[in-house]
């Protein structure tokens, strides 16, 4: 590991944080609390679970960075976990890649007829119909200057972070449509938006676990994304 680049690899949940660092098992209770920090074994850095979703993920790191961003022992905070790959996007199960940037996916309303309309295209309409040009807010991961080589090798995708994850076809056309997005998760964008209000540098890996498509978990690969993704890491 480069000498000043020490992570905190922040999860969304017991199951990734184990899933990747099995080896915590031995020294760490089933389940850690929210925000308690864990340091890993062999000077690899610390982790940290923070909770599924936008809402919890933001509260917690913000308490969490509100403590040690100044004085913390980490200098990186690297979002790590599994994802779901919107179809046709060049991507499979069991790659593990890097998230330059997100965008929120659910922000918006519902029209009369069902279809959804993203906020970034409802601000952008007049009274009168017409639509200016508009795009959504872009969070973005931070400089990849001073990260191990592993990390900066990895294939960078964009990112949806979203509350309610894609259960069909029609919506993930959608989605990729509204957003020109390859991956989708539940956390990202908190993450940027919040590390970069406390001026820390951050990134997101993950493991592509399952594609964000029709809802069919016999065809998930959890165990085996997080495999990958944990020896991934492992190779820092």
Same mark, same amino acid.
Request: charged content about 20%; hydrophobic content about 45%; aromatic content about 8%.
């Given at each position: 590991?480069?000498? /000043? +680049?020490?992570?905190?690899?922040? +999860? ?5 944080? +184990?899933?990747?660092?099995?080896? #915590? ?12 920090? *864990? ?11 923070? %909770?599924? %979703? ?15 961003? =100044? ?8 979002? =790590? ?41 409802? #601000?952008?309409?007049?009274?009168? %119909?017409? *639509?200016?040009?508009? !795009?959504?807010?872009?969070?973005? !991961? !931070? ?5 191990? =080589? ?12 979203? /509350? ?18 390859? *991956? ?27 594609? =964000?498509?029709?809802?069919?978990? !016999? ?18």
């Amino acid at each position: 590991m480069e000498d /000043n +680049f020490v992570p905190l690899f922040a +999860f969304a949940s017991n199951l990734e944080f +184990f899933g990747v660092f099995p080896e #915590c098992k031995s020294f760490v209770q089933s389940d850690i609390r929210l925000g308690e920090i *864990v340091e890993l074994p062999e000077g690899r850095g610390f982790a940290v679970v923070l %909770g599924v %979703g936008l809402l919890e993920f933001a509260t917690n790191l913000s308490v969490l960075l509100s403590r040690f961003a =100044a004085e913390g022992p980490f200098t990186h905070v690297v979002l =790590a976990g599994i994802c779901g790959a919107y179809p046709g996007r060049g991507l499979d199960v069991g790659d593990v890649i890097r998230v330059d940037s997100e965008v929120v996916g659910d922000l918006g309303v519902v029209e009369c007829d069902g279809s959804f309309t993203p906020w970034h295209k409802v #601000c952008s309409t007049s009274a009168n %119909g017409s *639509v200016a040009q508009a !795009s959504a807010q872009v969070y973005e !991961s !931070s400089s990849l200057r001073g990260v191990p =080589a592993w990390l900066s090798k990895l294939k960078p995708v964009s990112g949806l972070s979203v /509350n309610c994850c894609t259960g069909t076809a029609s919506m993930a056309a959608d989605r990729v449509r509204n957003f020109n997005v390859d *991956v989708e998760s539940m956390e990202g964008a908190a993450c940027f938006s919040i590390c970069h209000a406390f001026c820390v540098p951050c990134c997101e890996i993950r493991a592509v676990s399952n594609f =964000a498509t029709t809802r069919d978990k !016999s065809t998930w690969r959890i165990k085996d994304a997080l495999d990958r993704l944990r020896m991934a890491i492992a190779a820092m």
